[in-house]
């Protein structure tokens, strides 16, 4: 598990907009084209957050998904905007907890979806059947795994 | 059209996007002492729980009939405000913040069908962001209020509307007959503006549904009550008396108040409170740019304990100068409980009010929050408006109480300090705005 100080407590989370430019004045009468200009430094929140209201920070916590590359301990973005569909990774209420799942949905005749089941990327773990008793309950889907390596 | 945005039961949807157990549910939030509840869910609302009641009173219901208690988490409910009112903006090119989980928007000059409109931004703030909301369309503020009302009302208990009405109400396409309908079967209190002692004087008149009072003689009415209801009465038949502000008004008062975990008993925790108080009310007038006049403290026993002898206390001490200085306010409101405290009354509640709020203008020099501490801001011309400001950046920047002022800071009286801190034995975690409080997934 990583320490939850990887990040500074009270980082405002998926909420910012494109970060205030940096600005920088000196009293150099010509200008500094290193430092007088507006630049703007790269910033993470532009790659993770596609849409900033609906963007969730979440960790994982257990073993079942690593074969999908989300290990204990990994930081979860989680976009609640997109709509899951077969094969998405996503956070899904199960039994009053939030799990994260793949999302398996077989083709239905019609054009209607088929039966759906969130399933573990660790084959030993028993597949979660939706049926009228466990409704499809999705939060949203993973879009980006944060994990620490070093 | 106006449209009005309402989170539906706001603070307990909040806390079940993060907590689905506690989903179809009776859940109820606290206020941050753990005192009153101050939303409830719908199955709460079903359980009798009203608004405001002392949790005590309904704490019985925990062990017979399932409900949850969680403490209000104000910096959870902030965030997911701001998304919402994100959310509700795209949808019309002016908007009015009004509450936390209120909004109005401007639809002036749009054709489109409104009703669409409306529930596709509700969806969308669903999808979202997860919270459920109610809107309504009127031609002015409290006919937007009003069908807002009748939009959430008509989905919470069927057969109280018609269906069509239930979480988006448009009366913009109402006939006047179907409007004539609505208004006679709703309660004449229930309009934006006519609080519980005018809704009982129009009752005892014969004024009970809104058509009752859309029908009365306007030169009767004015005679009996105030302006405000007339007003209120011409926005009911269409006239807008009320624009959307694009700045909220300055506040003309600030309060801060809470009830004790505890009951204190000794001056010196009232002082330790009250002085608190009015250093975290002289926070928010600096940041308004305000100063205050006068100082304002009251506290009181508590009228729900009727076994405890009643005793309460308010007074105002005017300032000799206007000021926004933490520590001249705080003198002031330690000045004026002392000479009212008496003894023997066990304490449930206390604040401080600052009033004969006035603009800052000149003699304060520059009190913009951040330009005080940037290195090429223009020196203060005032030094201890310069640390004031210095106060509120370092407790903006590092939390609430990193950096305090001598009087503030705990007091010897460790105990009877202790107890009046905020009691939020069960508030959830901050999950949108804290690293190590974000929500786990089991993976």
Redesign the interface.
């Known amino acids: 598990m990583n320490s939850?100080?990887?990040?500074?407590?009270?980082?405002?989370?998926?909420?910012d907009g494109p970060a205030a430019p940096t600005v920088r004045?000196t009293s150099s009468a010509f200008g500094s084209p290193g430092t007088d200009s507006t630049v703007r430094r790269l910033d993470l929140n532009d790659l993770l957050v596609r849409?900033?209201?609906?963007t969730?920070?979440?960790?994982?916590?257990?073993?079942?998904?690593h074969e999908a590359g989300?290990?204990?301990g990994?930081?979860?973005v989680v976009d609640?905007?997109l709509t899951a569909r077969h094969g998405a990774i996503v956070?899904a209420?199960v039994q009053?907890?939030?799990?994260?799942r793949r999302l398996e949905q077989a083709a239905g005749r019609g054009g209607r979806p088929g039966a759906a089941a969130l399933v573990?990327a660790d084959p030993a773990v028993e597949p979660i059947v939706i049926s009228e008793d466990t409704p499809l309950?999705v939060?949203g889907v993973v879009t980006f795994v944060i994990k620490s390596l070093a | 059209m106006y449209a009005l945005v309402d989170g539906n039961n706001f603070y307990v949807s909040c806390e079940r996007v993060f907590a689905?157990?506690l989903?179809g549910k009776p859940v109820v939030v606290l206020s941050s002492n753990d005192g009153a509840c101050i939303a409830r869910s719908n199955e709460a609302k079903d359980l009798g729980v009203k608004m405001a009641q002392p949790w005590f009173q309904v704490r019985h219901l925990e062990k017979s009939a399932g409900l949850i208690a969680v403490s209000a988490n104000h910096e959870l409910y902030g965030?997911m405000s701001?998304?919402?009112m994100?959310?509700e903006a795209r949808y019309a090119p002016r908007q009015e913040v009004y509450s936390v989980d209120e909004s109005f928007l401007d639809f002036e000059g749009v054709r489109d069908d409104l009703v669409g409109v409306g529930r596709h931004m509700r969806a969308a703030i669903l999808?979202?962001?997860?919270l459920p909301t109610s809107v309504g369309f009127g031609a002015t503020k409290t006919l937007a209020k009003l069908a807002n009302n009748i939009a959430k009302t008509a989905d919470r208990k069927p057969g109280s509307y018609p269906a069509a009405l239930a979480q988006v109400c448009d009366f913009g396409r109402l006939s006047p007959g179907e409007l004539d309908a609505l208004y006679a079967a709703t309660e004449v209190g229930l309009v934006w503006g006519v609080g519980r002692r005018t809704t009982e004087k129009l009752k005892a008149g014969g004024i009970h549904t809104v058509l009752d009072l859309m029908r009365a003689d306007v030169a009767t009415l004015r005679r009996q009550f105030s302006v405000v209801l007339e007003k209120t009465l011409r926005e009911l038949h269409g006239t807008r008396c009320m624009e959307l502000d694009d700045v909220p008004p300055t506040r003309q008062q600030i309060l801060v108040s809470r009830s004790f975990g505890t009951p204190i008993t000794r001056v010196e925790g009232i002082l330790e409170a009250v002085s608190e108080f009015a250093s975290r009310a002289a926070e928010r007038l600096r940041q308004q740019g305000s100063v205050a006049g006068a100082v304002g403290i009251y506290f009181m026993t508590s009228p729900f304990r009727t076994n405890d002898r009643q005793h309460s206390v308010n007074v105002t001490l005017p300032l000799p100068r206007p000021t926004a200085d933490s520590a001249v306010l705080m003198r002031a409101a330690e000045m004026a409980v002392r000479s009212q405290f008496r003894a023997g009354f066990r304490y449930a509640k206390a604040g401080a009010i600052l009033t004969d709020l006035q603009s800052a203008g000149h003699e304060q020099g520059e009190l913009d929050l951040f330009s005080a501490l940037e290195a090429?801001a223009p020196p203060s011309v005032d030094p201890r408006a310069r640390l004031m400001s210095a106060l509120d950046t370092l407790n903006n920047r590092f939390?609430r109480d990193s950096v305090r002022l001598g009087s503030t800071a705990m007091g010897s009286d460790g105990a009877e300090v202790a107890v009046w801190a905020t009691r939020q034995e069960r508030r959830s975690p901050r999950?949108?705005?804290?690293?190590?409080e974000?929500?786990?997934?089991?993976?």
């Open positions: 939850p100080d990887d990040f500074p407590d009270g980082a405002p989370v998926g909420r004045r849409h900033q209201e609906a969730f920070m979440m960790r994982a916590a257990g073993g079942a998904m989300i290990d204990d990994d930081y979860l609640r905007s956070i209420a009053g907890e939030y799990r994260c573990a309950e939060f | 689905p157990r989903a965030d701001a998304r919402m994100a959310v999808k979202e962001t997860g090429d939390g999950y949108t705005t804290r690293w190590d974000i929500p786990i997934a089991r993976a």
